[in-house]
């Protein structure tokens, strides 16, 4: 009896870690780190989708273009780029959570366009 609760907590234990480290919808990105990566948005992805995302060279990288697509393949597309396009790696740069965060911004619209126009800091 006392064996099998100590598994029941256990197991409840386990649980729990699992869904906490699963949850991929908030990215682990401080909020110095966050000012950069908007910068780091405006300046080095803009000359290609664009200083305001609404696309040049690359597509536009706005909500309505970007929310129906799986997160993890956006992640996927800026961490290892998109092989024969001028999509190039981000991997040197950007950490997963680095990229989680910028899908999510970009998806949900976070990073907005008046926003990059006034200069994200
Ligand atoms: C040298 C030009 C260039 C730069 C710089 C660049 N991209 Fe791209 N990106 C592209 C091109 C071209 C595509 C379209 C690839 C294709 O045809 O599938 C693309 C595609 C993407 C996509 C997929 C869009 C979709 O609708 O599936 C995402 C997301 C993306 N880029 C994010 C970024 C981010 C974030 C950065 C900055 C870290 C960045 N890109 C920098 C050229 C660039």
Redesign the pocket.
């Known amino acids: 009896m006392r064996f099998n609760l100590t598994l029941l907590i256990f197991g409840i234990a386990a649980l729990a870690t699992q869904s906490v480290l699963a949850d991929t919808t908030v990215s682990k990105v401080d909020e110095k780190r966050q000012d950069e990566l908007r910068y780091?948005?405006k300046h080095?992805?803009?000359?290609?989708?664009g200083m305001t995302l609404k696309g040049g060279?690359?597509?536009?990288?706005l909500p309505e273009?970007?929310s129906a697509?799986p997160k993890e393949?956006?992640v996927t597309?800026?961490l290892e780029?998109?092989e024969n396009?001028?999509?190039?790696p981000?991997k040197p740069?950007?950490s997963r959570d680095d990229?989680s965060w910028?899908?999510e911004q970009?998806q949900s619209g976070k990073i907005t366009q008046t926003r990059l126009a006034k200069g994200a800091q």
């Open positions: 780091f948005v080095d992805c803009g000359s290609c989708h060279l690359g597509p536009a990288l273009t970007l697509k393949f956006l597309t800026i780029g998109r396009t001028a999509m190039p981000w740069m950007l990229a910028i899908v970009l």
